[in-house]
């Protein structure tokens, strides 16, 4: 077997999922050289993600995907909890309008239409390379770079690669989370679940939501992903698995309740598997040059749909600050922050699924208890988790996340419309892809001074929703990172750009683009 070195490249993301898909295109669109290496040739043809929200649409957006999204999606209504005889205890409304970040609240979707979607996206970076059919052997840090070792897996012909960072996107079984000697903190869920897929042109005529059976003997969910696509998901019993339910005649009855009077031969099964649903998180997300991120980080169960969305909130989070440094705008430091953010946010939601799977699952008086409490309002849980979802810890003091004066500070700044017309431009239309300052009034001098540090001016019209937000939260001035999270706030513009941080590689995207 022969072995070929292929000299060094800026980054190396290792995994062509979601999370790395979206990494590899955010550093893309900043012009940083990329290699992505994946284990498949093509998408993974199976269905696992069937939701995100609009926080998620919204990076979609910022990957340029979100109007092809629109066209393979189905937005949902919500959430309804059901006793085991299919009675409402909760029902829990989501719009399937625009809201705050432009996007319907709840969205059901294929993974991989979602996948192919992004990688034929990808192609359109000419800074960016896919590789699949290749097996990652070994990622070895050295002082001033990164070795990453692989197969490739149809000559089997064994080649290496230097990068000055590595992106471990590589799954719940990550080389190179083993290869950082991190290790999974168990948060004490794991339960075994038979996952459906089905394909039938026959209406089915349930409510557009997400119906959670609460049945402490056999939960479940049911959910329409796409026009013709539907899941199933249903808790399995001691010694039960997969091939228990092989046949129609042995899943029909577990389904029947949604499916009705629709004959089982017009019922297209596509798959039965048996999951381990698992809530775990990395005790650490990077060694010096090396970072974790989706499932190689973090394991959540489904029952709230932020799994594959936490994976693209943590590219969000980091390929700016990564671009940044390697364009040496940005100190080295600024990756600390990465862990910090992202580690504490996705604990958060890892521990409302667990709320969530155990009022659906738990048995006994405990489990007729946390229905009878949580039920009717889990709504109160769900919002408040979702408010703080996008929410930085608590006095984080990095260059990168300020410590909070307003109630802006840490989080998103909403995606709202500019001014009053139907058809206005919103904040992620005129903010462009590095800092933002945005504003009541910029006098045309502090204009050009945000422009040479590569930030855009954003001013909202007088009474548009933007505008509105700013003066609820009592912001005169407010610095936006490219993530679109809220860094800090000021009593004015002057006072915002002695703080705004230089970051030229989304002014050099922006020439690039124009030429």
Request: with cysteine; hydrophobic share 40%.
């Amino acid at each position: 077997m022969s072995a070929h070195n292929y000299g060094a490249v800026p980054v190396v993301v290792i995994g062509a999922g979601p999370s790395g898909l979206a990494a590899a295109t955010l550093l893309g669109m900043y012009g940083v050289e990329c290699l992505v290496l994946d284990r498949w040739e093509g998408v993974y043809p199976l269905p696992r993600a069937v939701h995100l929200d609009d926080e998620v649409y919204r990076i979609l957006n910022r990957l340029g995907v979100a109007t092809q999204f629109a066209g393979l999606s189905r937005p949902a209504r919500g959430l309804r909890l059901l006793t085991p005889g299919h009675q409402v205890i909760a029902e829990f409304q989501r719009s399937t309008d625009s809201g705050a970040h432009g996007y319907p609240q709840a969205n059901m979707f294929d993974q991989p239409d979602l996948e192919q979607l992004m990688r034929d996206n990808l192609r359109i970076m000419p800074s960016v390379t896919l590789r699949g059919n290749v097996e990652v052997l070994s990622v070895t840090q050295g002082n001033a770079a990164v070795r990453v070792d692989f197969t490739d897996r149809v000559t089997g012909t064994r080649e290496s690669i230097r990068a000055s960072h590595v992106l471990g996107c590589d799954g719940a079984n990550s080389v190179v989370r083993e290869a950082i000697g991190a290790e999974m903190e168990d948060l004490g869920f794991e339960q075994r679940w038979l996952v459906i897929d089905i394909d039938t042109a026959a209406p089915l005529n349930q409510w557009e939501g997400v119906h959670q059976l609460c049945d402490s003997s056999r939960a479940g969910t049911y959910m329409r992903v796409g026009e013709v696509r539907y899941r199933w998901e249903f808790r399995l019993l001691p010694g039960e698995t997969a091939a228990d339910f092989a046949t129609m005649d042995t899943l029909h009855p577990l389904i029947r309740p949604w499916t009705g009077d629709v004959p089982a031969d017009d019922l297209h099964v596509l798959r039965v598997a048996d999951y381990t649903f698992h809530a775990q998180i990395a005790n650490k997300w990077r060694d010096r040059r090396v970072f974790l991120l989706g499932d190689a980080a973090h394991l959540s169960p489904p029952f709230i749909g932020q799994g594959m969305g936490a994976g693209l909130r943590d590219s969000m989070n980091l390929a700016w600050k990564l671009a940044g440094v390697l364009a040496g705008d940005l100190p080295a430091t600024a990756l600390a922050s990465y862990q910090t953010e992202r580690k504490r946010h996705a604990r958060r939601a890892i521990t409302l699924a667990k709320l969530v799977g155990l009022t659906m699952t738990a048995g006994g008086r405990v489990g007729t208890a946390l229905r009878r409490f949580f039920g009717p309002g889990l709504h109160l849980v769900t919002g408040l988790a979702a408010r703080s979802w996008t929410a930085l810890p608590p006095g984080s003091r990095t260059r990168l996340s300020a410590v909070a004066h307003t109630s802006a500070v840490g989080r998103l700044c909403p995606n709202a419309p500019m001014s009053v017309s139907p058809d206005a431009n919103r904040f992620d239309d005129v903010a462009g892809d590095g800092f933002a300052l945005l504003a009541l009034a910029i006098t045309p001098e502090e204009c050009e001074r945000i422009l040479h540090k590569g930030a855009a001016p954003v001013v909202p019209d007088p009474g548009s929703e933007l505008h509105q937000w700013l003066v609820r939260h009592r912001v005169a001035a407010a610095v936006v990172r490219p993530d679109r999270t809220v860094m800090f706030t000021c009593d004015s513009v002057s006072g915002s750009l002695t703080r705004l941080p230089s970051f030229l590689p989304a002014t050099a995207h922006a020439e690039r683009t124009k030429r």
